[in-house]
């Protein structure tokens, strides 16, 4: 492979450059669709592995035949990065909403990346296109142990306190009219939203249909303990975003990846006569790392959430204001 790197690579630094990137993006982009599409995995390969390996390849093989600085290293894993990710768009393997949340991450590791390819060609550059082989290999593999891992429930819970009575309140919890248009950045841009919902039946097995901007959730109710818990499980679920894109994008991680199992609104008097109320769901997402992936899925879901529990509290405060 030295001697193959040696015969491709030509002696102009602007044509090295550019060559690099393109062969460090087309293995990326390979090793993508294999793990998204072969083995069907979101996890540390693609979102960890990944963006390192281009930083550390572009570097390796911008670096082999020549003399390269630090500053030099970064961008070209940078320049690289940037190019894959706007294949992934052009080819609408991945839309921009995903891209930029990935893309915090993305930059750190293609940043540490560049600096270990760097440190390989400073001290031991005869090692670089076996390192670039072994990180190859690696991230398949990566994707294949992942695919058994066992996925764990998360919740969120979310809570407001409402100047009206538990039964009052009750009556706008079980279904609700539209919701006002969001002045919430992240729904603006695609994360899907509620914007009413309707129910069928009452009592343990009654049907709620909570309605999101890309379809509905399906509610089927499994504790009814009026005015005090309503829970359910959730049968059915629609996309968690519509992508930006310029193509219609239905990527695999739009189904099945993020996951609402459970969610409940459990309603308590307070001693003044308001009520507590509190919203929670439980979740997986079978996307890693998972501790970044929380960040991300925590904060969307407490939005929702605001969003569901303040249209209650207008609603419920506005009824009780009426005179009787």
């Known amino acids: 492979m030295r001697n193959w790197i040696k015969k491709i690579f030509p002696d102009e630094n602007k044509k090295v450059k550019w060559i690099a990137v393109i062969i460090t993006v087309f293995i990326a982009v390979l090793l ?19 963006p390192f390996f281009i930083g550390c390849c572009s570097t390796i093989l911008y670096g082999f035949k020549q003399t390269i600085t630090f500053k030099q290293a970064w961008q070209i894993g940078f320049l690289s990065l940037a190019v894959y990710s706007l294949i992934l768009l052009i080819f609408a393997i991945e839309g921009i909403l995903c891209i930029a949340m990935v893309a915090p991450i993305a930059f750190l590791l293609s940043w540490i990346g560049s600096f270990t390819g760097f440190v390989i060609i400073e001290k031991t550059p005869n090692s670089g296109p076996t390192v670039l082989m072994v990180l190859a290999g690696i991230i398949p593999l990566m994707s294949f142990v992942e695919s058994n891992n066992t996925l764990e429930l ?8 409402i100047k009206a009575d538990p039964q009052l309140v009750w009556k706008n919890v079980i279904q609700f009219p539209q919701l006002d248009n969001p002045t919430e950045f992240i729904f603006k841009i695609g994360i899907a939203y509620p914007i009413n919902a309707k129910i069928e039946g009452t009592g343990v097995g009654a049907i709620r249909h909570c309605n999101f901007t890309t379809g509905s959730f399906v509610e089927p109710m499994i504790v009814w303990d009026e005015p005090h818990l309503l829970k359910f499980n959730v049968l059915e679920q629609p996309a968690p975003l519509k992508e930006l894109s310029f193509w219609d994008i239905d990527a695999p991680h739009l189904h099945d990846y993020f996951v609402s199992k459970q969610g409940q609104f459990k309603l308590t008097k307070l001693k003044n006569g308001d ?13 890693s790392p998972s501790f970044y992936w929380k960040l991300w899925s925590q904060y969307i879901i407490h939005k929702i959430h605001e969003r569901v529990l303040t ?4 609603k419920s405060e506005n009824k009780s204001q009426l005179p009787l």
């Open 154 to 161: 998360d919740s969120v819970v979310t809570s407001i306190v």
């Open 275 to 287: 009520t507590l109320l509190e919203g929670t769901t439980w979740y997986y997402h079978n996307i």
């Open 311 to 314: 249209h209650i509290k207008k």
């Open 32 to 50: 993508t669709l294999l793990g998204i599409y072969g083995i069907k995995q979101y996890g540390i390969g693609l979102f960890i592995l990944t």
